[in-house]
Nanobody, 126 residues
Framework: QVQPVESGGGLVQAGGSLRLSCAAS????????VGWFRQAPGKEREFVAA????????RYADSVKGRFTISRDNAQNTVNLQMNSLEPEDTAVYYC???????????????????WGQGTQVTVSS
């Protein structure tokens, strides 16, 4: 069991960048796949990016490919989401989630993730 905690949200102008971090105090966090999801007002929570335990499997939503980069540092128990060329449509609460797979895999469904952070607000102004 792990408890992810997000940080790094804020207000940025369109075209700007933000870096979100997801950390957990449990050393076992490095054994979990981690996903980033987001939820805009009035919309369902949607997949953004995910990374497997080893970092060998990485997935992105089509809407963020080429703009966002997910990475992890297992020595520091952190997973980062570098967001560049931000657009007003990226405005949402961003959630970090973790789940365990027996293989090196990263899913893109909210139903695959068991442990969720509280979320961090990202607002992109036009």
């Amino acid at each position: 069991q792990v408890q992810p905690v997000e940080s790094g949200g804020g207000l940025v102008q369109a075209g700007g960048s933000l870096r979100l971090s997801c950390a957990a105090s449990e050393s076992t966090f490095s054994n979990y796949a981690v996903g980033w999801f987001r939820q805009a007002p009035g919309k369902e929570r949607e997949f953004v990016a995910a990374i497997s335990e080893s970092g060998g499997v990485i997935r992105y939503a089509d809407s963020v490919k080429g703009r966002f980069t997910i990475s992890r540092d297992n020595a520091q128990n952190t997973v980062n989401l570098q967001m560049n060329s931000l657009e007003p449509e990226d405005t949402a609460v961003y959630y970090c989630a973790a789940t365990f797979y027996y293989s090196d895999y990263a899913g893109d469904s909210i139903y695959e993730y068991d442990y969720w952070g509280q979320g961090t607000q990202v607002t992109v102004s036009s």
